[in-house]
């Protein structure tokens, strides 16, 4: 269960990181900022969905999340 999810994620990050360097090799900007190296899970059990829930309730006014 927990490890099902954690291997799908993993993958998913490869996928992303592998698409944003595909991206980097065609613009110097973005190459700069290395984004693939930054991709990264969140650890097990940080309740991410409940930032995101915040972020889009409904009468929310605009402001920045600090990072975790």
Known sequence: SSDLVAQ?????????ADRLAQRARTSPF???????????????GLP???LGAALLAPG????TVAAL
Do not use: K, N, W
Request: charged share 25%; glycine share 4%; aromatic share 0%.
């Open 8 to 16: 799908v994620g993993e993958q998913l990050r490869v996928a992303v």
């Open 30 to 44: 973005l190459a700069s900022l290395d984004l693939p190296a930054r991709v990264a899970l969140a650890p097990t």
């Open 60 to 63: 929310r006014e605009s402001r």
């Open 48 to 50: 991410i969905a409940a």
